[in-house]
Nanobody, 118 residues
Framework: QVQLVESGGGLVQAGGSLRLSCAAS????????MAWFRQAPGKAREFIAN???????FYADSVKGRFTISRDNAKNTVYLQMNSLKPEDPAVYYC????????????WGQGTQVAVSS
Protein backbone atom coordinates (compact mmCIF):
# COMPACT_ATOMS: atom_id res chain seq x y z
CA GLN A 1 0.00 0.00 0.00
CA VAL A 2 1.40 3.35 -1.05
CA GLN A 3 1.75 5.95 1.67
CA LEU A 4 2.97 9.54 1.63
CA VAL A 5 3.68 11.12 5.00
CA GLU A 6 4.45 14.82 5.28
CA SER A 7 6.30 16.42 8.17
CA GLY A 8 8.04 19.66 9.05
CA GLY A 9 5.10 22.02 9.25
CA GLY A 10 4.71 24.50 12.08
CA LEU A 11 4.58 28.15 13.04
CA VAL A 12 7.21 30.53 11.75
CA GLN A 13 7.60 34.29 11.66
CA ALA A 14 7.15 36.15 8.40
CA GLY A 15 10.47 36.13 6.57
CA GLY A 16 11.47 32.87 8.17
CA SER A 17 12.05 29.42 6.73
CA LEU A 18 10.69 25.90 7.03
CA ARG A 19 11.59 22.65 5.33
CA LEU A 20 8.85 20.16 4.64
CA SER A 21 9.53 16.49 4.04
CA CYS A 22 7.41 13.83 2.37
CA ALA A 23 8.41 10.24 2.94
CA ALA A 24 7.00 7.72 0.49
CA SER A 25 6.56 4.03 1.14
CA UNK A 26 4.95 1.06 -0.53
CA UNK A 27 6.93 1.35 -3.74
CA UNK A 28 9.91 3.17 -5.17
CA UNK A 29 9.15 6.66 -6.45
CA UNK A 30 12.39 7.43 -8.21
CA UNK A 31 10.70 7.12 -11.61
CA UNK A 32 7.66 9.34 -10.96
CA UNK A 33 6.89 13.00 -10.67
CA MET A 34 6.38 14.24 -7.14
CA ALA A 35 4.76 17.50 -6.18
CA TRP A 36 3.66 19.85 -3.43
CA PHE A 37 0.28 21.54 -3.22
CA ARG A 38 -1.30 23.72 -0.57
CA GLN A 39 -4.80 24.62 0.49
CA ALA A 40 -5.72 27.61 2.61
CA PRO A 41 -9.09 27.81 4.40
CA GLY A 42 -11.88 28.66 1.98
CA LYS A 43 -9.61 28.37 -1.04
CA ALA A 44 -9.02 25.75 -3.71
CA ARG A 45 -6.03 23.49 -3.57
CA GLU A 46 -3.10 25.24 -5.24
CA PHE A 47 -0.15 23.72 -7.09
CA ILE A 48 3.21 24.79 -5.63
CA ALA A 49 5.95 22.82 -7.33
CA ASN A 50 6.84 19.49 -8.86
CA UNK A 51 9.98 17.54 -9.63
CA UNK A 52 10.28 14.92 -12.32
CA UNK A 53 12.29 11.72 -12.10
CA UNK A 54 15.02 13.52 -14.05
CA UNK A 55 15.25 16.28 -11.46
CA UNK A 56 13.55 18.88 -13.64
CA UNK A 57 11.51 21.24 -11.50
CA PHE A 58 8.58 23.55 -12.07
CA TYR A 59 7.18 26.20 -9.73
CA ALA A 60 4.08 28.28 -9.36
CA ASP A 61 4.76 31.98 -9.84
CA SER A 62 3.63 32.67 -6.28
CA VAL A 63 6.59 30.76 -4.81
CA LYS A 64 9.23 31.01 -7.53
CA GLY A 65 12.52 32.22 -6.09
CA ARG A 66 11.44 31.50 -2.50
CA PHE A 67 10.64 27.78 -2.44
CA THR A 68 12.83 24.92 -3.63
CA ILE A 69 11.68 21.37 -4.28
CA SER A 70 14.19 18.53 -4.18
CA ARG A 71 14.20 14.78 -3.86
CA ASP A 72 16.37 12.05 -2.42
CA ASN A 73 15.52 8.90 -4.34
CA ALA A 74 17.61 6.72 -2.06
CA LYS A 75 15.38 7.80 0.83
CA ASN A 76 12.18 7.90 -1.25
CA THR A 77 11.68 11.42 0.06
CA VAL A 78 10.82 14.77 -1.46
CA TYR A 79 11.48 18.08 0.26
CA LEU A 80 10.15 21.60 0.05
CA GLN A 81 12.49 24.29 1.36
CA MET A 82 10.43 27.40 2.02
CA ASN A 83 12.28 30.68 2.54
CA SER A 84 11.06 34.24 2.96
CA LEU A 85 7.67 33.04 4.14
CA LYS A 86 4.88 35.56 3.70
CA PRO A 87 1.53 36.10 5.44
CA GLU A 88 -0.19 34.62 2.36
CA ASP A 89 1.70 31.31 2.61
CA PRO A 90 -0.19 29.69 5.54
CA ALA A 91 -2.06 26.58 4.44
CA VAL A 92 -2.12 22.85 4.72
CA TYR A 93 0.68 21.60 2.50
CA TYR A 94 0.19 18.30 0.68
CA CYS A 95 2.62 15.97 -1.02
CA UNK A 96 1.52 14.14 -4.17
CA UNK A 97 3.12 11.51 -6.37
CA UNK A 98 2.59 9.80 -9.69
CA UNK A 99 0.64 11.41 -12.51
CA UNK A 100 -2.37 9.76 -14.13
CA UNK A 101 -2.92 10.10 -17.89
CA UNK A 102 -5.21 13.08 -17.28
CA UNK A 103 -2.43 14.88 -15.40
CA UNK A 104 -3.90 14.46 -11.94
CA UNK A 105 -1.83 13.00 -9.13
CA UNK A 106 -2.53 9.47 -8.00
CA UNK A 107 -1.18 9.41 -4.45
CA TRP A 108 -1.64 12.05 -1.76
CA GLY A 109 -0.41 12.59 1.75
CA GLN A 110 -2.52 13.74 4.68
CA GLY A 111 -1.01 17.22 4.78
CA THR A 112 1.02 19.28 7.21
CA GLN A 113 -0.01 22.68 8.55
CA VAL A 114 2.12 25.76 7.97
CA ALA A 115 1.36 28.98 9.84
CA VAL A 116 3.10 32.33 9.51
CA SER A 117 2.99 35.03 12.15
CA SER A 118 3.45 38.66 11.20
Amino acid sequence: QVQLVESGGGLVQAGGSLRLSCAASGRAFSDVTMAWFRQAPGKAREFIANIRWSGTTFYADSVKGRFTISRDNAKNTVYLQMNSLKPEDPAVYYCAAGRAPDGSYVHWGQGTQVAVSS
